[in-house]
């Protein structure tokens, strides 16, 4: 009896040690060494793990961004201008400040605004609907409203608006990641700049149709009408294919395409006041005026010397 | 017409459901059931009912309260465990045995791996086994059949239980065969468990499943082969240790297992070629448990062993594809 | 002899051929066409005429443009009102060219009448140059250009040609009532399409639910002087049409994953291609209409109608009686692999073979429930995949493993979908993963590509 105890202890002993030799010395051979730098910078990053730095996650970002010779084409949406201070630190590279943006949701297709042609009957991905047809409403770009945005959002930001249909996007808790702008078919989600106070203008349409169709499909669609291209002042409106588009980098927030756009498709968002359209577009009309007094009173002139 | 459907194809589907397929396991179930009610009487009814009942009742009550979730009886899959649970249960288990034997095929076999689909193991086997194991008294006792009309009920043993205990007593095979007759065994009136009295009931059933192409038949073929072969090699090489070919097929819980329980959808492999190796294992190890293990009946054993290399065998055994070798 | 019939799964949905009695009958012009530039797999093709032009029937209205593309003529005699986008029947907008009908009058050199020309050209360039500029496309579904599925890449032989006539999908009868009133010119048309393809053998398959068809064209082959081409009698099931599925049954070959059926020596045409064929060569009409059937149960008036290409599909329906009220669904082709409309506003083009009509009960999905490993899907997937499997992978996002389990091999045929008694939506998850995995191949080969010229 105690034979066998003694044996099989001593045999368990024996077995421990030679496998514990053999993990040591396969540990040894299949070491790798890393720069210790891929480490620290892994730390300093949010850990999110999100890829919306394009790399599969922060590990990946961080052997990236150890190697490249600078940081300009490793940028962490996520962390901001913290977490890359904090990286360049280590890394002991410059660091460029990034103005930061959140994503915004370009359509404004509501139930009410967009009534429903037809009725989808398939699984509720936006990705296989969008290959299947244009929508169930009479707009081919709107938003289709199954909420892949909101199913790619890691950090709890995009929710779908059962009332309207649409994805709202939770400025708080967006990190401007772009993973629901990978995730839309239809490319209505962007990346904008916050602007200051969050306050920013925007076209909340990407309907390319001419105007009596895009009206017809829905009555907050962007018709391709150009008052806002005509009043702005500020260069700011780009204007193309039957669709406006505000270049942020240029919009000086002063709200006058808001008020004078006749379907309501340009938003403007944080602002301090509602906007007062009457106010906006008599103020508009006076420049106008004086614009006109001004071309009346130079022409004559011009004749003259002519 | 108002708004138009729109859908990716096809457009049109089978009249195939998990209800209607489920459906017509219970259809096919239904011989061997009315066979069981008739020799066993009343109280194979009984327990037929609080099996059943129990199976619904829980399942309803799970995903209810405990799961949250909405309620999967509809699927019937549980009416049909509750019914192989009674099958494979001597008619003389109190009531509240197989209550304890539908809760651990429901609730622990099926509903905590995530309901029906996710199950590695056949519930209603897991219930039997955990009854087999927990309650030997209850579960091996086996009483002749006692008839719905009739009385005089007679303990005794089914007949793998009476050759196995004959053989460890030292007698031989054909000395212990004599008291049986294959008929007798075909049609019925052996001790045994409810489900086990009546072959050619679950034969009419498994070819009905067969007709209505529910099932195919290579995973059940392939059992009694398998079974046929190996108690064929051991019964030629030693006839007084080892019982004949036909006594192994006609005997114990085989064909109700190898019809209804290995054929499970969700515990069998997907493919023909996994199916088939998925039944030769079986028909193996359940003649391998008859002679060699302790047990009298192997069956449930080698199922629920079979049961748990499936997710291997559909990894190893893929059907072959189009144009690729 | 048992009927052949391919090897690897397959379905049998009831065949609902409720149309077949119905002839084929001209549809009366709409008062106006709207031909789209993408009728056809490839590049759009071109458009050649400018509002305020008057064309004629089978006039040029743009041309090919590229390798893969294909020759658009005038259905109609009359004036280009417009060319611009216009929403298809899925609400996409497409371009295209909106012709007002005046009159019927059909360009000079184009053959109209009946008389069958049975005398085929002996320059096979002339005859491929014909096929190209009569527009011809595979009308089986895929649209694919003709005269670019007839010259095989250097290096590969064509060893025999299928005319494809199983029409497997439920309900279609277009090509059914082909056979059974042109059978002459679909044979005239498979004799210049072997010739072309080098004095191969020809099988014609057709489907057992058709013993009509296939002894009027037993009768029209013995009567017409050409050899070698046969009839097949094919077991009904579906997808027997299929190009790959229709080569295993006929040939017993099985084209690899990827592969074209020329490489098993085998070209597939459709019957409606051998028609347009014929027509484009003996006489020199391109393809400006082609015969839809429009049925359904719920369909008070079933037909098989000549429809001139780009009539609006409300027109046709208009012209039978209008959409019936219990009809939910109205769906471009058949019901395993036609596409549900959404715009009944669109135009009809070259592929388009069929309008069928299913109420709610037909056609609506149940609710899914839990995956019962029941294997059905796998059992039907006619390619030997495991939908079950790939299902689970593009849920996963995991494209390596899909690949490595072929999703790239899908046919979208619907089978899987079809059998599925939890009813999960197996395909429509299916598709978005092959779409992904064709990605990563089309990448791969581009990046090989690069390499390979890098080094020259």
Redesign the interface.
């Known amino acids: 009896m105690v034979n066998i105890i003694i044996w099989t202890v001593a045999v368990i002993t024996v077995l421990g040690l030679v496998l514990a030799l053999v993990l040591y010395l396969v540990a040894e051979k299949f070491k790798v060494v890393e720069d210790p730098r891929i480490d620290e910078v892994e730390k300093a990053m949010p850990g999110a793990n999100c890829g919306g730095c394009g790399f599969a996650g922060c590990r990946a970002f961080a052997e990236a961004a150890v190697k490249a010779p600078d940081l300009d084409n490793n940028y962490c949406p996520v962390g901001g201008n913290d977490v890359m201070a904090r990286v360049a630190a280590i890394l002991g590279y410059e660091v460029k400040a990034k103005a930061p943006q959140v994503a915004v949701v370009r359509c404004n297709g509501t139930c009410q605004n967009r009534p ?8 509720a ?1 936006c ?2 609907k969008a ?6 409403t ?1 707009c ?1 770009y709107g938003c289709l409203g199954c909420g892949d945005c909101a199913a790619a959002c890691q950090f709890g930001a995009l929710s779908m608006d059962l009332e309207t249909g649409l994805p709202v996007v939770d400025e708080a808790k967006c990190t401007a990641c772009g993973a629901c702008v990978k995730a839309c078919p239809k490319h209505i989600i962007e990346l904008r700049n916050k602007g200051p106070r969050g306050m920013r203008e925007f076209v909340s349409c990407v309907n ?2 001419k105007g009596p169709v895009a009206k017809k499909a829905c009555a907050a669609a962007c018709i391709g009408c150009g008052i806002c291209f005509k009043t702005c002042i500020h260069g700011a409106i780009v204007f193309e294919n039957n669709l406006a588009y505000i270049d942020y980098a240029k919009c000086k927030l002063c709200r006058e395409c808001e008020a004078v756009c006749p379907t309501g498709a340009i938003h403007g968002v944080n602002f301090p006041k509602p906007l007062d359209k009457d106010a906006v577009k008599a103020r508009i009309a006076e420049r106008k005026k004086k614009a006109a007094e001004a071309a009346a009173e130079v022409k004559p002139v011009e004749t003259k010397e002519a | 017409m108002n708004k138009l459907l729109v859908s990716p194809s096809p457009h049109i589907h089978s009249k195939d459901s998990t209800k209607s397929l489920m459906l017509d396991v219970v259809i096919a179930l239904l011989p061997a059931v009315l066979c069981s009610f008739v020799f066993y009487g009343w109280n194979e009814i009984l327990l037929m009912l609080v099996s059943v009942g129990s199976c619904v009742l829980l399942e309803w009550a799970v995903t209810k309260y405990l799961m949250k979730k909405p309620s999967t009886i509809g699927d019937l899959s549980a009416v049909v465990t509750g019914i192989l649970l009674a099958l494979n249960v001597p008619y003389t288990t109190p009531w509240w045995v197989i209550f304890i034997g539908a809760l651990v095929a429901v609730c622990i076999a099926k509903l905590s791996f995530g309901g029906l689909g996710q199950n590695i193991w056949n519930p209603a086997l897991v219930g039997r086994v955990f009854l087999l194991v927990s309650f030997p008294t209850y579960m091996t006792t086996w009483s002749q059949p006692q008839g719905l009309f009739g009385a005089d009920a007679v303990t005794g043993a089914t007949p793998l239980g009476v050759i196995k205990e004959g053989i460890m007593q030292g007698a031989t095979v054909q000395d212990l065969m004599g008291q049986y007759s294959y008929s007798q065994m075909l049609f019925a009136n052996l001790g045994g468990s409810a489900g086990e009295v009546c072959a050619l009931a679950l034969l009419a059933g498994f070819v009905y499943l067969l007709c209505r192409r529910v099932i195919k038949p290579w995973i059940t073929l392939s059992i009694f082969g398998a079974v046929a072969l190996t108690s064929l090699i051991f019964w030629g090489i030693h006839p007084a240790r080892f019982t004949d070919p036909v006594f192994n097929l006609l005997t114990g819980g085989l064909i109700l297992g190898a019809c209804f329980m290995a054929t499970d959808y969700v515990t069998s492999p997907m493919s023909t070629k996994g199916g088939i190796v998925f039944g030769v294992g079986i028909g193996f190890l359940t003649v391998m448990i008859r002679y060699f293990g302790s047990y009298p009946e192997g069956v449930s054993f080698a199922i629920l062993i079979m049961n748990s290399v499936v997710p291997l065998l559909n990894m190893w055994f893929k059907q072959k594809k189009f144009g690729r070798k | 002899m048992a009927k052949r019939t391919f090897s690897i799964g397959g379905v049998h949905p009831h065949d609902n051929k409720i149309s077949r009695g119905c002839r084929i009958e001209p549809l009366p012009l709409p008062p106006a066409v709207y031909i789209s530039v993408a009728q056809h797999i490839g590049a759009p093709a071109k458009p050649v005429v400018a509002v305020g032009d008057k064309v004629k029937v089978g006039q040029v209205v743009a041309e090919q443009g590229g390798f893969v593309s294909a020759f658009i003529h005038s259905s109609v005699s009359g004036t280009v009102k417009s060319i611009g986008p216009r929403k298809d029947l899925a609400g996409n907008p497409q371009t295209c060219i909106e012709i007002a009908v005046e009159g019927d009058e059909w360009l000079e050199g184009i053959d109209t009448s009946d008389t069958l020309v049975t005398g085929i050209p002996e320059d096979n360039r002339a005859i491929l140059e014909k096929i190209r500029l009569g527009g011809v496309v595979g009308l089986g579904g895929a649209t694919f250009p003709t005269h670019v599925k007839l010259s095989p890449p250097p290096g590969s032989q064509c060893e025999r040609l299928i005319i494809n006539g199983c029409e497997c999908e439920p309900y279609l009868t277009s090509d059914f009532r082909t056979l059974l009133e042109k059978g002459e010119q679909v044979v005239v048309g498979a004799a210049i399409l072997k010739q072309v393809l080098g004095n191969v053998p020809c099988t014609i398959g057709i489907e057992e639910n058709k013993p009509e068809a296939i002894a009027h064209i037993r009768e029209v082959i013995a009567k017409l002087p050409y050899k070698d081409i046969e009839v097949m009698p094919l077991k009904m099931r579906y997808p027997q049409g299929g190009e790959k599925q229709l080569i295993d049954a006929v040939m017993h070959r099985q084209v690899g994953s990827g592969g074209l059926p020329i490489s098993v020596g085998a070209v597939v045409q459709n019957v409606a291609t051998a028609l347009a064929v014929y027509d484009a060569v003996q006489k020199n009409k391109p393809i400006v209409d082609n015969s839809v059937t429009v049925t359904g149960e719920c369909f008070p008036k079933q037909a098989n109608l000549l429809v001139r290409v780009g009539t609006p599909l409300s027109y046709i329906i208009d012209y039978l009686g209008g959409v019936p009220a219990d009809a939910a669904k109205v769906i471009s082709g058949g019901p395993m692999m036609g596409r549900a409309i959404a715009n009944l506003d669109a135009a009809t083009v070259k592929g388009t073979s069929a309008l069928l009509f299913l109420t709610e009960a037909q056609t609506r999905r149940k609710p899914q429930t839990r995956c019962i490993r029941c294997g059905k899907c796998a059992d039907a997937c006619p390619m030997g995949l495991e939908p079950f499997l790939l299902n689970r992978l593009v849920k996963a996002d995991d494209v390596e493993q899909l690949e490595a389990n072929a999703a790239q091999d899908c046919i979208e045929c619907g089978c899987c979908l079809y059998s599925c008694p939890a009813h999960i939506p197996l395909l429509d998850n299916i598709r978005m993963g092959k779409g992904a995995v064709m990605g990563v191949i089309r990448a791969r080969a581009a990046a090989a590509k690069a390499v390979a010229e890098a080094k020259k």
């Open positions: 429903k042609t037809n009725d989808y009957d398939g699984v991905s990705k296989v290959a299947l047809y244009s929508g169930d009479g081919s390319h149709d």
